[in-house]
């Protein structure tokens, strides 16, 4: 059962991420990230 959640919470951080990249720099700098922050903003829930 921990697999599986390992999993779909990686799914999920993998969604996140696509969704944040997907925005425009300025967008980004609106909601307090920059694009190289991404993935560790992603991963710690920010």
């Given at each position: 059962?921990k697999?599986?959640?390992?999993?779909?919470k990686?799914?999920?951080?993998?969604?996140?991420?696509?969704?944040?990249?997907?925005?425009?720099?300025?967008l980004?700098?609106?909601?307090?990230?920059?694009?190289?922050?991404?993935?560790?903003?992603?991963?710690?829930?920010?």
């Amino acid at each position: 059962m921990k697999t599986v959640r390992t999993v779909i919470k990686y799914i999920r951080r993998q969604i996140a991420a696509n969704h944040l990249a997907e925005m425009d720099d300025r967008l980004l700098k609106d909601i307090g990230i920059s694009r190289g922050e991404i993935e560790r903003a992603v991963r710690s829930g920010r």
